[in-house]
């Protein structure tokens, strides 16, 4: 079946940086564009960054912009999110998604499989 598996997430001080990893298998990864996502407490879900199948094209929400990069390896059927400069505001629990599509979308319903989500915790 399909598995989205994030890993990587942690308690770090502000500042400092932190990889996320998501490992898909049940589907055919290279097919699928990837996204992250992230759920601050008390806020709804909201879009961090995207990146087309063959890894030619990224996005990135304006916050995240110039301090995450996504990234992704179609041999491993894994998608990474490098997170540096981490800000108290990025505290969050970070989720990976999948959308059978060429076209970048940064709303959530567009996307088919989801994973768990793993904990990002920033502290001062």
């Known amino acids: 079946q399909v598995q989205l598996v994030e890993s990587g997430g942690r308690l770090v001080q502000a500042g400092d940086s932190l990889r996320l990893s998501c490992a898909a298998s049940?589907?055919?990864?290279?097919?699928?564009?990837m996204g992250w996502f992230r759920q601050a407490p008390g806020k709804e879900r909201e879009f961090a960054a995207a990146?087309?199948?063959?890894?030619?094209?990224?996005y990135y929400a304006d916050s995240v912009k110039g301090r995450f990069t996504i990234s992704r390896d179609n041999v491993k059927n894994t998608v990474y999110l490098q997170m540096n400069s981490l800000k108290l505001e990025d505290t969050a629990v970070y989720y990976c998604?999948?959308?059978?599509?060429?076209?970048?979308?940064?709303?959530?319903?567009?996307?088919?499989?989801w994973g768990q989500g793993t904990q990002v915790t920033v502290s001062s």
């Open positions: 990146i087309t199948r063959n890894g030619g094209n990224v």
């Open positions: 998604a999948a959308r059978r599509s060429l076209v970048y979308s940064a709303a959530e319903d567009d996307y088919s499989y």
């Open positions: 049940g589907f055919t990864f290279s097919s699928y564009l």
